[in-house]
């Protein structure tokens, strides 16, 4: 049976490292999340021992959401002091089918019908015309067949006045052969030219086909590649056999909703606590099909517990066969702590895409102003790589990364390598809190100065993008808004100025 708590004794567990809460009746211990919480445990603090139901509703969840409370509930809100269901409106939308309004292939075969009808109507016309024309002897040789389609083409009433003002003038009589022979001629050269002329002018000026039978878009133009870390080849399946396409709608290799299995197959120690983490995908050619700004969840059973926690992974959808992930290990990071643990050939359950940020080239912003600290760099290589690469994107892209010390720094030699092959798109700035006596960078932590120097100002046409330890976003975003930047909201969305990863 589940403990019982009071509001009382939940209001107790309010503090920087004890954060309780109640949601939907049910309490929550949820400091075990503080540093795993996507946007920072600032959010969570905010509303420690409190009946945070309604901010929970009203901004929406991912569908990990509820793997996660099962980890962190404790108990129930006693029955007498049960709060009233939070609703919260939710539009719904009719579904808009991909067909058009006006049968157009229905239209354009009455449209034919009627072009039928009216080709053999002005041949029996020419015919009648140049056969009568030709056995009276109104004309002879070769122009009889342009004075008949000449003829023919006068309204009925003239055509009509012309035929009786000839008949009158030839009363001789015709020969039979020369008749028939103008119908047939006649026929076959009226035929011929309205068949032309008709498919001529429909190819041009019908909509034949409606727009459902056209892709829904076009090919992306050829990326320029660049390798993430220089690594030795791996070998994660057999190559052998026939090429695999990547993978479509209905061949994902990794899904939103469904939890699918990734086999571990490099695991190297970069930095102090720091891990790069390569996971293969089913087949070599395989593209993880990630958008660009968005994340994957890992899963893994713990201690008895399903534990799920979000990553952004450091490789993009030019690295075929692999998934990449850089870790940091913390002492009270449940998932960190397995990860460190894992073996090459052990394997973890992942899902996606997932997250807020909806990145469009040349359509999101002209300048990104980017402040990261320690791994909260990987949201924004991700986002770096993808536009570096991108000969057609023209955003530019400022970033200010802050470490503790040099050796911290990560993904340097990359970054660097960005900014030298593509100076006219990014510029970096590494900022130490402890640095030794040779470093001749920034110092310090991230302040409005260097914020003033080093991003682009607040304007309409500019963003602003956060990912670190909470206490730095704290700092940092008051420092935005004295700058004229608007504050981020407590759960970030794709239009924020200030964003939050």
Same mark, same amino acid.
């Given at each position: 049976?589940? &403990? ?13 490292? =004890?954060?309780? /809460? ?41 569908a ?18 049960h709060?009233?269901e ?8 009719e579904?808009?089918? /991909? ?23 002005? &041949? ?26 000449t +003829? ?8 009509a ?8 003038q030839?009363?001789?009589?015709g ?24 498919t ?9 086909k ?10 992306a133009?050829?990326?320029? %590649? ?10 994660? &399946? ?10 479509t ?5 990794? =899904?939103?909703? =469904? ?6 197959? $490099? %695991? ?14 089913? $087949? ?13 969840a ?10 799920? $926690? ?8 030019? =690295?075929?066969g ?5 870790i940091?290990?913390?002492d009270?990071?449940? /998932? ?5 643990? /894992?073996?090459?050939?052990?394997h973890?359950?992942? $899902? ?19 402040i990261?600290?320690? +791994? ?8 770096i ?25 990560l ?12 100076p ?46 909470p ?18 909201g ?12």
């Open positions: 049976m589940a &403990a019982t708590f009071t509001l009382d004794q939940v209001r107790k567990h309010n503090s920087k490292d =004890d954060v309780w /809460m109640i949601l939907h009746n049910k309490v929550y211990n949820a400091t075990s999340y503080l540093e795993d919480h996507p946007g920072g445990s600032i959010i969570l603090r905010e509303v420690a021992g409190t009946d945070a139901t309604e901010q929970f509703v009203e901004v929406g969840h991912s990990e959401t509820d793997d996660i409370l099962k980890e962190l509930y404790v108990g129930d809100l006693a029955q007498d002091e709060a009233d939070v609703e919260v409106f939710r539009p719904t939308f579904k808009v089918a /991909m067909v058009a309004a006006i049968d157009v292939k229905q239209v354009a075969k009455s449209k034919v019908r009627k072009n039928v009808k009216k080709t053999v109507a002005m &041949a029996s016309v020419i015919a009648s015309v140049g056969a009568v024309g030709l056995a009276k002897g109104w004309w002879t040789g070769p122009e009889w067949a342009l004075a008949a389609v +003829t023919a083409q006068k309204p009925v009433s003239q055509l006045d012309l035929m009786r003002s000839k008949l009158a030839h009363n001789g009589g020969s039979s052969k020369l008749f028939w022979w103008g119908v047939g001629i006649a026929t076959v050269v009226e035929l011929s030219l309205t068949t032309a002329v008709t001529w002018a429909l190819s041009k000026l019908e909509a034949q409606e727009f459902t039978h056209f892709p829904r878009s076009r090919p133009t050829k990326e320029r %590649k660049m390798a993430i870390l220089k690594m030795p080849a791996y070998s994660t &399946a057999a190559t052998t056999g026939p090429a695999v396409k990547p993978p709608p209905a061949n994902k290799v990794m =899904d939103p909703a =469904d939890w699918r299995k990734f086999k571990l197959v $490099r %695991k190297v120690l970069v930095s102090p606590n720091v891990f790069h983490l390569v996971f293969a995908l089913p $087949r070599p050619t395989d593209v993880l099909g990630l958008p660009t700004g968005q994340h994957i890992l899963r893994a059973l713990i201690d008895g517990k399903n534990v799920s $926690r979000s990553y952004t992974p450091v490789s993009n959808n030019s =690295d075929l692999r998934v990449e992930l850089l940091k290990v913390y009270t990071g449940l /998932m960190t702590k397995h990860l460190e643990r /894992m073996q090459i050939g052990d973890i359950e992942m $899902r996606g895409p997932k997250g807020a940020m909806q990145y469009v080239p040349n359509g999101y912003a002209k300048e990104i102003g980017m990261a600290g320690g +791994t909260g760099i990987t949201p924004m290589y991700q986002l790589r993808a536009i570096c690469e991108d000969e057609s994107d023209r955003t530019r892209i400022s970033l200010l990364y802050a470490n503790n010390t040099e050796a911290d720094i993904l340097r030699e990359e970054l660097d390598g960005f900014v030298k092959a593509f006219e798109k990014l510029s970096v700035q590494y900022v130490l809190a402890q640095p030794d006596e040779k470093w001749t960078g920034l110092k310090g932590f991230v302040t409005a100065d260097m914020i003033r120097e080093f991003l682009p100002p607040a304007a309409e046409s500019t963003k602003m993008l956060l990912c670190g330890p206490p730095m976003v704290a700092a940092v975003s008051k420092n935005l808004v004295s700058l004229g930047f608007t504050a981020p407590t759960l970030s969305k794709a239009t924020d100025q200030v964003f939050l990863f």
